[in-house]
């Protein structure tokens, strides 16, 4: 055991071959590797199983900073499980030492242990880095988070801006090209990154599918069954949610975490369940409800029927939990779910991200999901992301993964054979915004931006593999001059005897084929006969047969497939490295988004304009902002007016959201102004970013002047928790417009006043 490592309430554990435990929990192999790359100041990505215990690194790492006075970072990809860590944190070493910052909450944001989202931390990398001097190390839970695809950018920004003197601590859900990720972190900032990995769980898992017909069973027996029942022409009975659960209630495998991919059909489902099942005995539910009651009464929830319908559930121990409840009902749903009290929850895959609750069995209600474009299957990473909640460390043996599988609309074939072995790599989002342009120019000059390019992780990658491609080109390309000695120019051409021999055997076949088609009067296969067998016949007398010896031929024929497969593949090989590099696609974007700050005054040269250092503090919709910021809509609006502007910032509806409401401000100027900025972008980038859309001004008035929540709902078809997430998110954004304005005292007060009328009730959170 290294030196000092017991410090910390790292323990020995006596007669048990050098084990430690900490926190009371025995630590895998790979936990005490990285508490010991940790321990000697080294920064660590650590990749293991979804549900392994890689948190508890966390934990230890926030400890030994804690305890040396020092200040560490903990960052996550959702608000939801940053205040989940934030409250725990605070819980264990005192809300004088924990912060947050989440853009819509601050909370003692100079505290030495600090708790943010990720692209909180992206932003002051850029615009306080001065305040991460104390900083000693920086967490980033969930760092595979860098393959997604609307924000993996934020991730890679924060990693290349990581200043030298902070270390990185990375925890990964399986990922296959970790070591890549390592490398690259190595290669742009010169330390040395430890690659530790688990492949094992602590709870097996075990996956299974049900299906009506036959109850559990493997795929092998799924795709048999359906072959049966398809010869036999008999039409399946579809498989339903109840008939699942009620088989793993008789099974004893709840809790159980049921996943669908649809927040109305975790609401229905969860109804359905509730009319043939309840878990709870007489004491169980008044503890729910006493909980409920003590976790409400400072909130006016009367008339809001979602809520009331979710209480209902909970007493009989079935649950739900998805992004459009309101908060509140997602913290009891999770506090009464850890607290056992919840036998099968409903959940959407938001679930799966950081939250670790206790439950035995994971069940997909199904193997597909929209993404936004279409529907497609699960990837292996998504599956395995929320399968690897299954299975309670030291109370299952085994966790148990199911998938319904329903006969009636689904073939079983199709469905994947999901495999840790086919994980997704982690691939480069690196975008760039005006934001981050704004940041560089301000702090690089050009040649020190096109540097930063060239340090992304997909040109990382993309070199790599560039390598590699040469390396293989030169190879084939030796092989190919050693084929050549054995074939002539005339390979594969009518003039080689051979190419000759198999075309005069397809011209004859061809009139075979034409004299059958014209004796049965197929008009149409004889043309189309006739037309090939005479471009045949041409190529033919246009090429000269070439005399080889018979020898030549034979060597020729020996080695002709293998030059062809070698030629084609050195084809492909020179169309990839012909192809454009990231860095250069990046300098294109660059240049482009650039003549669109030019053409508005932002920028000038390679110099920020007064319009540039306003929009450098706006991390959202940054250039329609500033432009209502310049030319006074939020100077001369009342605060419930720029509450309802700012809530349409950015706003995109989901499909069939409407209101009930008359607009309660003047938008056509806005809109005049929205659509002027996207002709400047059209015409620069070919493409518009720009996104304002009115639709929920009406309602975000409404609460901004007062109003009851459940005035809202009726009002409106949005969900409970999408009205609160468009609240949370307009003071994100006014907390930026106050920030990015610093001299503007008038605007700072009106500012402050806007969000107090949003941030309360069932909108504020209490952390």
């Given amino acids: 055991m290294p030196e000092g490592l017991p410090e910390y309430g790292l323990i020995m554990v006596p007669g048990a071959g050098g084990e430690l435990t900490y926190r009371g929990l025995r630590l895998d192999p790979f936990q005490v590797e990285a508490i010991e790359a940790v321990r000697e100041g080294k920064s660590a990505i650590v990749s293991a199983p979804t549900g392994t215990g890689k948190t508890l690194i966390a934990d230890y790492l926030i400890d030994q900073c804690a305890s040396a006075g020092q200040g560490v970072i903990y960052t996550a990809p959702i608000k939801a499980l940053s205040n989940q860590k934030y409250l725990e944190f605070k819980g264990r070493f005192g809300a004088d030492r924990v912060g947050i910052i989440t853009g819509d909450v601050v909370i003692n944001r100079d505290a030495p242990i600090r708790v943010m989202t990720t692209e909180i931390f992206r932003n002051m990398l850029h615009t306080e880095p001065d305040e991460l001097q104390p900083v000693v190390y920086v967490i980033f839970d969930e760092i595979h988070y860098l393959s997604d695809q609307e924000r993996g950018t934020v991730w890679e920004e924060a990693i290349i801006f990581k200043p030298p003197w902070m270390r990185l601590l990375g925890l990964s859900a399986t990922v296959p090209n970790i070591h890549d990720l390592s490398e690259w972190i190595e290669e742009i900032h010169g330390e040395e990154v430890r690659v530790i990995i688990s492949k094992e769980r602590a709870v097996p898992l075990t996956h299974h599918f049900y299906e009506h017909h036959l109850g559990r069973c493997t795929r092998k027996e799924l795709i048999a069954r359906h072959r049966e029942l398809v010869e ?409 007016q720029v509450n309802a502007i700012i809530a349409c910032v950015d706003f995109e509806p989901r499909r069939d959201d409407f209101v009930r409401a008359p607009q309660p401000i003047e938008i056509g100027q806005i809109k005049k102004k929205a659509m002027a900025l996207s002709r400047i972008e059209k015409k620069h980038l070919g493409r518009s970013t720009i996104v304002f859309n009115p639709l929920v001004s009406p309602i975000i008035y409404a609460w901004s002047k007062g109003a009851p929540f459940k005035e809202l709902i009726e009002m409106s078809s949005l969900s409970e928790g999408d009205i609160v997430s468009v609240c949370r998110r307009t003071i994100d954004l006014l907390r930026q417009i106050k920030n990015a304005c610093p001299g503007d005292w008038q605007l700072a007060s009106k500012i402050n006043l806007c969000i107090a009328k949003l941030d309360r009730d069932v909108v504020s959170l209490n952390l």
């Fill in 232 to 640: 036999a022409g008999i039409r399946p009975k579809s498989t339903t949610h109840i008939e699942a659960v009620d088989h793993l209630r008789r099974e004893g495998a709840l809790p159980c975490l049921y996943l669908v991919f649809s927040r109305r059909q975790c609401e229905t489902k969860a109804g359905e369940l509730a009319e043939r099942f309840n878990f709870l005995n007489q004491a169980e539910k008044d503890v729910v409800e006493d909980f409920v009651i003590t976790r409400t009464k400072h909130l006016d929830l009367k008339g809001i029927a979602g809520f009331h319908r979710l209480v209902s559930l909970l007493l009989q121990g079935i649950g739900v939990h998805h992004a459009g409840m309101l908060p509140v009902a997602k913290e009891i749903v999770e506090e009464l779910f850890a607290r056992r009290l919840i036998h099968v929850l409903y959940a959407t895959e938001t679930w799966a991200v950081g939250l670790n609750m206790p439950l035995r069995t994971v069940v997909f209600d199904s193997c597909r999901k929209y993404d936004g474009e279409t529907f497609r299957f699960l990837k292996h990473t998504e599956y395995f992301q929320m399968a690897g909640r299954a299975g309670r460390r030291g109370i299952d043996r085994e966790g148990f993964v199911y998938t319904l599988a329903d006969l009636t609309h689904t073939d079983p074939s199709e469905i994947p054979e999901w495999s840790e072995d086919k994980i997704e790599p982690i691939e480069s989002q690196f975008a760039l915004g005006y934001n981050t342009i704004l940041q560089l120019v301000q702090r690089y000059d050009d040649q020190e931006i096109l540097k930063i390019f060239s340090q992304s992780f997909g040109t990382f990658v993309v070199n790599k593999k560039r390598q590699k491609m040469r390396k293989e080109l030169g190879r084939l390309s030796g092989r190919v001059k050693t084929y050549e000695e054995f074939v002539c120019q005339a390979l594969d051409l009518p003039s080689c005897p051979a190419t000759r021999q198999t075309l005069d055997q397809e011209a004859r076949t061809l009139e075979q084929r034409l004299r059958r088609a014209k004796r049965r009067r197929y008009r149409g296969m004889a043309s189309r006969f006739q037309r090939r067998l005479d471009t045949l016949k041409r190529e033919l007398e246009r090429h000269i047969p070439v005399a080889c010896p018979e020898e030549r031929c034979r060597n020729c024929r020996l080695v002709a497939g293998k030059y062809r497969e070698a030629m084609g593949r050195i084809e492909l090989l020179e169309a990839g490295l012909a192809q454009p590099k990231p860095e250069e696609l990046l300098k294109r974007e660059f240049k482009h988004r650039k003549g669109v700050l030019g053409k508005l005054s932002y920028l000038k040269g390679s110099s920020l304009l007064d319009r540039g250092e306003i929009a450098r503090g706006v991390h959202i919709q940054e250039l329609l902002v500033t432009e209502l910021l310049l030319d006074g809509t939020i100077h001369e609006s009342d605060p419930d």
